[in-house]
């Protein structure tokens, strides 16, 4: 009897190894030993979404820091809101934008309409709110709470963290069978 790979087997008795145990350990390899081309696509995407996403999300949370660390916080209160339709193909969506009125740091009243919005009036007219605003350009403000600075930098840097993770495991460890493009093998 030879062993192969700590598993002993009788000469001339069919072996092959286990597909799945085989793929896991060569990740771009099928259990003949030839490139599996429909595969990579399970590599490269995620790798280049999450690298995006990852990017993205970095940006925009390198710039809110920024903002944060040079604006000014003060009391203001929702004075209205300012209505944006946006017309699909489908359907009608509304949003509103709550506009502000706040003290600057000179004592001049300021109103500004926010750049983020809901599909409802929130928060509600004559609600006091606190306001972070630059002070060399009064009119970027925004409300000081952490879901209207952090949300979106923080989701799009998670999506792309997980995309990364899970292409550089498939990079790693393979793909498991069955995940392939163009049919069957």
């Known amino acids: 009897?030879?062993?192969?790979?700590?598993?002993?087997?009788?000469?001339?008795?069919?072996?092959?190894?286990?597909?799945?145990?085989?793929?896991?350990?060569?990740?771009?390899?099928?259990?003949?030993g030839e490139k599996m081309e429909g595969e990579k696509i399970f590599v490269v995407l995620p790798l280049c979404v999450g690298s995006v996403f990852s990017l993205f999300g970095l940006c925009l949370a390198l710039n809110t820091l920024q903002f944060v660390r040079s604006?000014?916080?003060?009391?203001?209160?929702?004075?209205?809101?300012?209505?944006?339709?946006?017309?699909?193909?489908?359907?009608?969506?509304?949003?509103?934008?709550a506009e502000i009125e706040f003290d600057d740091q000179g004592g001049k009243r300021r109103r500004v309409t926010l750049t983020q919005g809901n599909g409802s009036k929130s928060p509600v007219e004559g609600h006091r709110v606190w306001v972070l605003y630059d002070p060399s350009n009064p009119q970027d403000a925004r409300l000081s709470r952490a879901s209207d600075l952090w949300l979106f930098p923080l989701v799009f840097l998670a999506m792309g963290l997980l995309a990364l993770a899970a292409g550089?495991?498939?990079?790693?460890?393979?793909?498991?069978?069955?995940?392939?493009?163009?049919?069957?093998?």
């Open 1 to 32: 009897m030879k062993a192969r790979e700590g598993i002993a087997y009788k000469r001339g008795a069919a072996y092959a190894p286990s597909p799945a145990r085989f793929v896991s350990r060569q990740p771009y390899l099928d259990t003949r």
């Open 71 to 97: 604006a000014v916080k003060t009391p203001g209160v929702v004075v209205g809101h300012a209505k944006h339709t946006i017309q699909g193909d489908d359907r009608t969506s509304t949003y509103y934008h």
């Open 168 to 185: 550089i495991w498939a990079l790693c460890f393979g793909v498991p069978q069955g995940f392939t493009i163009g049919g069957p093998m």
